[in-house]
């Protein structure tokens, strides 16, 4: 049990001319729960596919529950709930489980009970002889929970959990996702939903352009010191010199400058003013999460323009 | 392999497919045996002799075989086609590839669910057809097992071809591929006939080499041998051979060994090669 749960040294992945990995390292730990980050096309998907075998590196080395990435004797350890979760429309729920629980090398003596136990976690008791093409996107979201919890897997992927589930569903998967954690299982969530990550992960990995960006404890990448400033008549040339104090995010009038050193925050404000410019307010302090993420993985360009944009 | 073989029948199963199977070879079998009640009651009113009675039976049971082995390439290429191409296209194979299952097995396990039912559809409906004619006109095939085999190992080929390309290519383009290339396959056994008989020798290596690509056509020739009665083959003896040999619908012999050999090595070949690009395939 010494070993990582997932160890990716230096991958990368290309599929034809689009790099979707570009030298992605990172170690999740045994019981850890962790929150993997990034916008759309980042490669989050691509780490997870990656990890199961489902896709081949182009390059760099990994290994999951100690064996080489996609190992099929270490897959028997693994849950995974993909992005794109489609079940067969023809089984019944109970049907899907039960097959999943056949590939999952539960032995058959324990395969009805282990497929109880995970209707009973999902909340599909009541529906467990019914079809899955009656059921909604939100229910089959469940039932695809429920396909990656069989068998009590050492390592659960969660790739998009909640975007079908209603607050209800969204409630019961954190409560799946921490009594998964507590028997000791390692959870990775990949998810665009920040505040959930936020409620259930005690680590998250952020991932931009298929690197990873920012890895740590919750509380270590959010509470990341910073000043916020309101700033008018500052040109260009302005504000290309403050890129010395630290990387600097502009939204309209505002700008950020994160991390920082809390006792630079007056040269910062002499440098403005130095430079012609007028400071309106500055807020010391540390980000939220979502403010972290985006100053991570939003070019300033991109950003959307502050509501009070000075003259 | 078992496991995902098990799921192909039950899928099969619970979509209907296998009760639309059954319910078309009943349909089939009644016209068939109503069709061809009628004919030998006109034969017989008409006073034809029952050597002509029966070498008419033969050759309509041949033509009938004929328009089946084209039924049972749409079959196959329905059933394959989404086999491997629609679980992919609809996501189904990520979560059962994520499990501790080699893709070769899932491969394997989809052909030899397909294959199973595809089969028992070949036997089911050839047989009761071949009884229904014997009933009504009392003419039984000389072989009609060897008849099935053939048919069954000529969808075969056609399921291994469609199954294969669904894993590398899109459904719909598996499927259209296979029938055509099926077609192609046909046509080229006649025009190897043809350019034997008229002593073309280019155009005749050409198609022959054709038929060994693709061996669904000399398959057919298998099956044309187990229905055709002795008497027709001792009178087309008489004739010039390379023309009689040139007729699709006649064999004076069954494919020889090393061609059937062939078939199984290519079957064999044709999963092998499928199962070693759909391992490096990227989901």
């Known amino acids: 049990m010494s070993s990582p749960a997932i160890e990716f040294e230096g991958i990368t992945k290309a599929y034809g001319r689009t790099t979707a990995l570009d030298g992605l390292t990172l170690r999740i730990g045994r019981g850890e729960l962790v929150g993997l980050l990034g916008p759309n096309g980042a490669g989050k998907t691509t780490a997870i596919k990656l990890i199961l075998g489902l896709a081949r590196p182009s390059g760099g080395s990994g290994r999951v529950l100690g064996a080489p990435l996609g190992d099929r004797a270490a897959r028997a350890r693994i849950g995974y709930l993909p992005e794109l979760f489609r079940y067969q429309p023809w089984l019944h729920a109970r049907d899907v489980l039960g097959l999943h629980a056949e590939l999952a090398g539960v032995a058959s003596a324990r395969r009805t009970a282990a497929v109880d136990e995970a209707l009973d976690w999902v909340g599909l008791t009541a529906r467990a002889g019914d079809p899955v093409s009656g059921f909604s996107k939100g229910m089959q979201q469940r039932l695809g929970l429920g396909v990656a919890l069989i068998g009590q897997p050492e390592l659960i992927l969660l790739d998009e959990p909640t975007s079908a589930l209603d607050p209800v569903g969204r409630n019961d998967v954190r409560s799946i996702v921490r009594a998964a954690r507590e028997r000791g299982a390692t959870v990775v969530l990949n998810s665009h939903m920040l505040s959930e990550v936020e409620l259930v992960c005690d680590r998250v990995v952020i991932l931009n352009h298929g690197r990873a960006v920012a890895s740590g404890p919750l509380d270590e990448i959010v509470a990341v010191d910073g000043v916020r400033l309101h700033v008018s008549d500052l040109d260009e040339a302005g504000r290309s010199m403050l890129g010395a104090f630290g990387p600097l995010a502009v939204d309209g009038g505002w700008l950020t400058i994160r991390p920082l050193d809390p006792g630079r925050i007056p040269d910062v404000v002499a440098a403005i003013v130095a430079a012609g410019g007028r400071v309106h307010q500055v807020e010391p302090g540390r980000g939220s999460l979502e403010a972290r993420f985006l100053e991570l993985v939003a070019p300033p360009t991109q950003r959307p323009a502050g509501p009070d944009e000075p003259a | ?283």
């Open chain 2, 1 to 283: 392999m078992i496991v995902i073989a098990r799921l192909t029948i039950q899928e099969l199963v619970r979509r209907r497919v296998i009760w639309v199977l059954a319910a078309l070879t009943v349909v089939s079998v009644i016209l068939v045996g109503l069709g061809l009640d009628r004919l030998v009651s006109l034969a017989r009113d008409g006073g034809t002799a029952e050597l002509e009675i029966r070498i008419g039976v033969s050759q309509v049971l041949i033509l009938i075989a004929f328009m089946f082995s084209f039924v049972l390439a749409m079959t196959a290429a329905f059933v394959g086609a989404p086999a491997i191409g629609g679980d992919l296209e609809s996501g189904v194979a990520l979560a059962i590839l994520a499990r501790p299952l080699r893709r070769a097995e899932f491969l394997i396990g989809r052909w030899l669910g397909s294959a199973l039912v595809v089969v028992a559809y070949t036997a089911a409906s050839a047989l009761l057809a071949m009884g229904a004619a014997a009933a009504v006109s009392g003419y039984a095939p000389p072989d009609p097992i060897l008849a099935v085999a053939f048919l069954s190992a000529q969808a075969l080929v056609l399921l291994t071809l469609t199954l294969a390309l669904g894993s590398v290519l899109p459904s719909i383009a598996a499927g259209a591929i296979a029938v055509v290339g099926f077609g192609l396959g046909w046509l080229a056994g006649v025009l190897a006939g043809v350019a034997t008989a008229f002593g073309v020798g280019l155009l005749g290596q050409v198609a022959e080499a054709s038929r060994w690509i693709f061996p669904s056509d000399g398959l057919w020739r298998g099956v044309i041998f187990g229905l055709e009665p002795p008497f027709v083959v001792l009178l087309a003896a008489g004739r010039v051979p390379r023309f009689a040999d040139a007729n699709p619908f006649y064999a004076a012999a069954p494919p020889p060994l090393p061609f059937v050999v062939w078939s199984i090595v290519w079957i064999v070949l044709v999963l092998g090669a499928a199962s070693w690009w759909f391992r490096r395939r990227d989901l």
